[in-house]
């Protein structure tokens, strides 16, 4: 889980990047870049940290340009530590490509050994997003022939693209001198929305990005989502070319981009992440009408912030009072896409802080987005015993997440998943929690699904351990568990 924008402009481009990746900045904290096509030279700047750390004003003024790109990353692959490794990633033939990348590859062995032997190129880190990019300068460099470029070379090397990498990706890259490319995985795992805002008679402006939210703040128009297995190429005058690039496309979005990655006011696949949410909500309430004594819960409290809407649609449906317990502490991050389990811990008690006056003496029911790991939710019900709750009933919009997510979402080891392998009251013994509530598999899909026949499946690995792309095995598992560390 990333966050990328890529932007064709007939102004400088460089604050237009900024301010999208701050509208991005929920999607990963590990580090950030932007660069910019000046005709055909590119200008970069990245750093660790998150967007408005890592930008000074003299790092503004070198991104000259009216073309760009920009990416906050969350680490999944590589070393979260090793600022090299941060995007956007360059290679300089053909024409020169800088590329960024949200999702995650699987056969990135495979892919190392054929760079290596086959395609002779040097690969000098451990990101499989460097791995991509030289999958498709490798190609693109195939199909130049003269020196005229033509959009169909691009699409044709994209086609390459899709029968060479599995696994998801969501991918934007500048061809220097010529324009933008954007593509998208033939499974659509990953979001990429399209956007576009006239220009009078010089034309139309374009953007590219993760969720449709940095559209709308940035004054773009909405046009559609990139199709799974689409690529877009967009040119310097902002033409906009378009062509479908694999074989049997299929869109199949990540479940858990609703359920706590996205924003809530984005509109991914056609599909309103906040209207998910408040259905997740309705499905929840229901199964904890099923299994909880609903007389002795005296009020309904959400995690906040990505539970609120799943916790306020719990308490109406249950006619149960609804609190926020919870006060946030809106300058520390996300603790779930915090590198490291010592840091996320930590990280809990500096969010968030339980206020003793609405827990004393109560009987609180929890709503949480899911629990991964179990650390961050072990702490609230600490903390909420703490602060002088009676009983504790922590529930879940989400099911148990079982088994490793190997598709841009850092859960790489069964061991780190606190419902791996155990039953739902062990799994409450270990939280600390009187009760634990989750929501049924079936009940999530339903919920996000509903009123819309646009998508009709959804990627819901963690939960179920059925891997889309048919290519994940046992073997990759275990490879990704002995070799990666969350």
Not at 126 to 135: F, R
């Amino acid at each position: 889980m990333c966050g990328i924008v890529g932007i064709v402009s007939t102004e400088p481009v460089n604050q237009l990047v900024y301010d999208s990746l701050l509208l991005l900045q929920h999607r990963g904290q590990d580090s950030t870049g932007i660069a910019t096509a000046e005709g055909s030279t590119f200008h970069i700047h990245k750093a660790r940290g998150q967007v408005r750390e890592a930008f000074r004003t003299r790092d503004m003024r070198s991104l000259l340009g009216t073309m760009g790109l920009g990416h906050a990353r969350y680490t999944t692959k590589g070393d979260a530590a090793n600022e090299q490794e941060a995007q956007p990633f360059y290679v300089n033939a053909p024409y020169g490509i800088i590329l960024v990348h949200n999702g995650n590859l699987t056969n990135t062995r495979e892919l190392a050994n054929d760079l290596f032997h086959i395609d002779r190129r040097h690969v000098n880190s451990t990101s499989d997003t460097e791995l991509l990019l030289n999958v498709l300068a490798t190609e693109l460099q195939g199909q130049v022939s003269g020196l005229e470029f033509d959009p169909d070379q691009v699409f044709n090397a994209v086609e390459q693209v899709h029968e060479r990498v599995e696994g998801a990706y969501a991918a934007i890259a500048m061809i220097a001198g010529q324009g933008l490319l954007a593509f998208r995985d033939p499974f659509g795992i990953r979001p990429l929305i399209l956007g576009r805002k006239p220009a009078g008679l010089v034309g139309d402006e374009w953007i590219v990005a993760s969720e449709s939210v940095v559209l709308e703040a940035l004054g773009y128009e909405v046009v559609r989502d990139v199709a799974p297995g689409e690529a877009v190429f967009i040119t310097l005058s902002g033409e906009l070319y378009s062509r479908q690039c694999a074989k049997n496309p299929v869109l199949i979005p990540c479940s858990f981009e609703y359920v706590y990655l996205a924003r809530p006011d984005s509109v991914m696949n056609g599909i309103s992440v906040y209207e998910a949410r408040l259905r997740l909500g309705n499905r929840l309430a229901d199964t904890i009408a099923r299994y909880a004594p609903l007389g002795d819960i005296d009020v309904v409290m959400p995690i906040p912030d990505s539970s609120r809407p799943a916790a306020s649609q719990v308490a109406q449906k249950l006619g149960i009072e609804y609190r926020e317990g919870f006060y946030k502490n809106r300058y520390v991050g996300r603790t779930f896409i915090m590198p490291g389990q010592a840091q996320r811990k930590k990280s809990v008690r500096q969010k968030l802080n339980a206020m003793s006056s609405e827990f004393k003496g109560k009987n609180v029911l929890i709503v949480d987005d899911s629990i991964v790991r179990g650390t961050t939710s072990k702490e609230i019900v600490d903390m909420a015993r703490a602060a002088g709750a009676n009983q504790v009933t922590f529930t879940s919009a989400a099911p148990p997440v079982r088994y490793p997510h190997v598709y841009g979402i850092n859960m790489p080891s069964r061991g780190e998943l606190i419902a791996a392998g155990r039953k739902i009251p062990e799994i409450a013994l270990e939280l600390g929690a009187d009760s634990l509530i989750y929501q049924e598999v079936g009940d999530m899909k339903d919920a996000i699904l509903e009123g819309q026949d646009v998508v009709t499946d959804l990627e819901m690995s963690c939960f179920t351990g059925d891997y889309v792309t048919g290519t994940v095995t046992p073997e990759y598992l275990e490879w990704v568990e002995r070799t990666q560390l969350s």
